[in-house]
């Protein structure tokens, strides 16, 4: 129910409170929806969000809230391209995406020189 909710909606709002990590966040982006997160130094989530790319981080006022939302609903096209940069960002933070990463990283590193494709067949990883 709550994912059909989320799909159903443009933006996900999170402001100041006791989820530190920002979940509630990425599972909005996880839905295509932008976020619009308040700025606070006890919290993970403004740190996480390229403000202006893949969501708004605004100050934690009434009016700037208001504003952040007013700015980004009023432009369809801005909110299409958020969306777009909201679902690449849920992506880079996949496991296996990650994973495939340090893969990369440490196939590099097992032989300088030696090609990430030729040690993945070689090694039988891919």
Do not use: N
Not at 36 to 57: C, F, Q
Not at 74 to 88: K, T, Y
Not at 96 to 115: C, D, H, K, N
């Amino acid at each position: 129910e709550k994912m059909s909710l989320l799909k159903g909606s443009t933006v996900v709002v999170v402001t100041e409170s006791d989820e530190a990590f920002g979940v509630a966040t990425f599972e909005g982006q996880a839905a295509g929806l932008v976020p619009v997160v308040v700025r606070s130094p006890d919290r993970a989530t403004p740190a996480m969000i390229h403000d202006g790319v893949d969501g708004l981080v605004c100050e934690p006022t009434a009016e700037a809230l208001a504003s952040a939302l007013a700015s980004l609903l009023g432009d369809p096209f801005r909110i299409a391209l958020m969306r777009a940069a909201a679902l690449e960002a849920v992506r880079r933070r996949d496991w296996q995406w990650i994973s495939r990463q340090m893969e990369t990283v440490y196939l590099e590193a097992a032989r300088p020189g030696e090609s990430v494709e030729g040690r993945a067949r070689r090694l039988s990883w891919r």
